[in-house]
């Protein structure tokens, strides 16, 4: 499952690139440029999943010295399972080429359905392979297989969708993958340190504590559910950042910079602030109640770690739109460096919720980077870009201070409670909605509500 976070972190180094591209050779009307571009992606995406799959067959072939506590009658499998895997997941690096082209083209609605969809499918056939046959093996190739519709499904959108984009070997270059890679170098450095933030706590704690292993796997994987879909949320607003960029409007990025903060934090704290206080209802019903309750501490703690990073997910964006990224650099590696020596440390005081605290710590020190750093000052050309994130936040942090008092004044005994959870979701829904967003904001969402339900009334209607 590892491996599929590598190929995720690298697909989005394609995506982001190629969406933010397409976006600006849009608004300059070079389609030709465009079209060298998705090409020549396509190109170095193909061949960065030969080398995952290569890299994994390696590692596949040494599982014995990786993680010497698994049992010696599943290393092999694990070696096969693990090659399986890497083929279907290599596939998400092109993919991700054919989402930035829709997103590029702000139609992010299209790979996204996609996705969606073929996660569903690709969950039903996991589930499926597990209970019928027990087997690791077959569970892998279920894996496979729905990275094999996925893709299929995105290479028949793009195909039918956008015939205006050519797509071709020939138009592939040297000097447009030179392009690329100076662009996406810094991306790359930041993948690379998120996979050591996102994906060494487990082999750490498999050295140091292995029997927890299976217990922080379950807080990790239901906290990456909830990070991947805000995620996707926000590299939405990467193509209109582009064209901001491309307009020269400094004052205009600013204001998107801060209003993006805002709505993002409130839409984030929406969603984090019951599952800190009130996971393990919803653990217990996916996992069963030994596992939620081992799992439920971890969880918070991994929330509250993903609540701090993506504060300045905005902040991130409007900086790849600007191509300012590059001076960002050192934020993730001092991130990864301190989550690498703090879930250690802390791991060997404190096992797994030690890791954990590993890694909300090294959160709080990269967002601290970024905003030091500041390299989006030089589009903006105004106030410093922690007095932005400052002013933009200090709305979404009401929400904190009544769910704070409920989370210290109920015990965690009522709080593991469906009832608990339902509370919750009302008070932080209700604060967000009347003491976070604007009037205005109130009237854009139900206006659009409204539309949404009368588009679909229209379909539903007899003609």
């Known amino acids: 499952m590892q491996v599929t976070a590598i190929a995720a972190a690298f697909g989005t180094v394609a995506q982001i690139s190629v969406a933010r591209h397409v976006a600006s050779a849009n608004a300059r009307g070079d389609g030709g440029d465009r079209d060298e571009y998705v090409s020549t992606a396509l190109v170095l995406a193909g061949l960065g999943g030969a080398l995952l799959i290569a890299l994994m067959a390696i590692a596949g072939l040494n599982i014995a010295r990786l993680l010497p506590q698994v049992p010696s009658s599943l290393q092999q499998m694990g070696g096969l399972a693990l090659l399986t895997i890497s083929a279907g997941a290599s596939l998400t690096m092109p993919g991700g080429v054919i989402t930035g082209q829709f997103m590029g083209e ?44 996925i893709f299929g499904a995105q290479v028949t959108a793009q195909n039918r969708l956008s015939s205006h984009v050519v797509v071709r070997r020939s ?44 217990f922080f796997a379950v807080a990790a994987t239901a906290s990456a559910i909830f990070a991947g879909v805000v995620g996707s949320i926000y590299n939405a607003f990467l193509p209109v950042a582009s064209r901001i960029h491309v307009s020269g409007n400094g004052k205009a990025m600013e204001t998107f910079l801060h209003e993006g903060l805002r709505l993002g934090a409130t839409f984030t704290l929406m969603v984090a602030i019951p599952l800190i206080l009130c996971n393990e209802p919803i653990l217990r019903m996916w996992v069963g109640h030994e596992y939620a309750a081992r799992s439920s501490l971890v969880m918070s703690i991994l929330m509250v770690a993903f609540l701090v990073r993506t504060s300045v997910m905005m902040y991130v964006i409007c900086s790849v739109a600007s191509d300012t990224h590059g001076k960002g650099w050192p934020g993730p590696v001092l991130e990864a460096i301190a989550n690498l020596a703090l879930s250690i440390g802390l791991g060997i005081w404190l096992g797994a919720t030690g890791v954990a605290l590993g890694t909300l710590a090294s959160a709080g020190i990269g967002v601290a980077a970024w905003l030091a750093l500041d390299p989006l000052k030089s589009v903006t050309g105004a106030r410093a870009g922690w007095r932005v994130f400052v002013r933009a936040l200090m709305r979404p942090a009401l929400m904190l201070m009544p769910i704070g008092l409920l989370g210290m004044l109920v015990p965690s005994a009522v709080r593991a409670t469906w009832e608990s959870l339902a509370l919750v979701i009302i008070l932080t829904g209700g604060v967000g909605w009347f003491a976070t967003l604007t009037r205005k904001d109130r009237v854009a969402m139900a206006s659009w509500l409204g539309l949404r339900l009368a588009h679909l009334s229209r379909r539903g209607s007899p003609s």
């Open 106 to 149: 702000q139609r992010s609605h299209v790979p996204n359905a996609i996705v969606f969809v073929g996660r569903l499918a690709q969950g039903a056939l996991i589930v499926i392979a597990a209970v019928a046959t027990s087997n690791l093996m077959a569970v892998a190739l279920a894996h496979m297989t729905g990275n094999l519709l």
């Open 171 to 214: 138009l592939a270059s040297r000097l447009v993958a030179r392009r690329i890679w100076t662009f996406s170098a810094t991306l790359l450095l930041w993948q690379v340190a998120a996979l050591v933030i996102n994906g060494v706590d487990l082999v750490v704690l498999g050295r140091i504590d292995f029997p927890t292993v299976p």
